[in-house]
T-cell receptor, first 115, second 116 residues
Framework: QKEVEQNSGPLSVPEGAIASLNCTYS??????FFWYRQYSGKSPELIMS????GDKEDGRFTAQLNKARQYVSLLIRDSQPSDSATYLC???????????????FGQGTTLQVKP | EPEVTQTPSHQVTQMGQEVILRCVPI?????FYWYRQILGQKVEFLVS????????KSEIFDDQFSVERPDGSNFTLKIRSTKLEDSAMYFC??????????????FGEGSRLTVL
């Protein structure tokens, strides 16, 4: 059973701080990793994708991938109250030519940014 | 900005009734998906669809479920005889062909199904 694990939280940080969200996955052959943001009652919204080991930065967001440790993380710098949401880690389960875009999602980590 | 649209936003039905959830994917996307999220639980893959046929389906997607692309724009999910445990938010998603093998999906706002 392929699994994606996240701490459900809530993770509470003060406005302006760095929020660090973590995710581990069980399927070693996974190649594509995603962070989706989900506001309460809304649909997931893609905010970051990462495919190679190392860091990938996009504005205030940095995704980090370590395939050897089967670990992916998301850092949010200068956290804002509007960042308060559930952050879903998702892993592509069948990379390559057989892939159909099936994603395995984690439970999500709820982030609360306090003004 | 192009978006995936879903109707209805909320449907209440009696157990055993048939339900059809409708989706209009982004126009130049070729891969279509249904996911669901039971309240408080993970987003779960149901089915992927490409070139007018199912590419992959999960164990959840049993004989009670079917998908169809009846015309050039709509993508539907049918549940033939709903059960209480089908109550969930159903998300339609679509992807460009170039990103289908990486998993960059665009989700609709969801259809909430309540089975009584």
């Amino acid at each position: 059973q392929k699994e994606v694990e996240q701490n459900s939280g809530p993770l509470s940080v003060p406005e302006g701080a760095i929020a660090s969200l973590n995710c581990t996955y069980s399927d070693r052959v996974s190649q594509s990793f995603f962070w989706y943001r989900q506001y309460s009652g809304k649909s997931p919204e893609l905010i970051m994708s990462i495919y190679s080991n190392g860091d990938k930065e996009d504005g205030r967001f940095t995704a980090q991938l370590n395939k050897a440790r089967q670990y992916v993380s998301l850092l949010i710098r200068d956290s804002q109250p509007s960042d308060s949401a559930t952050y879903l880690c998702a892993v592509n389960s069948a990379p390559g030519s057989s892939n159909t875009g099936k994603l395995i999602f984690g439970q999500g980590t709820t982030l609360q940014v306090k003004p | 900005e192009p978006e995936v649209t879903q109707t209805p936003s909320h449907q209440v039905t009696q157990m055993g009734q048939e339900v059809i959830l409708r989706c209009v994917p982004i126009s130049n996307h070729l891969y279509f998906y249904w996911y669901r999220q039971i309240l408080g639980q993970k987003v779960e893959f149901l089915v992927s669809f490409y070139n007018n046929e199912i590419s992959e389906k999960s164990e959840i997607f049993d004989d009670q479920f079917s998908v169809e692309r009846p015309d050039g724009s709509n993508f539907t999910l049918k549940i033939r005889s709903t059960k209480l445990e089908d109550s969930a938010m159903y998300f339609c998603a679509s992807s460009e062909e170039a990103f289908a093998n990486t998993g960059e999906l665009f989700f609709g706002e969801g259809s909430r199904l309540t089975v009584l």
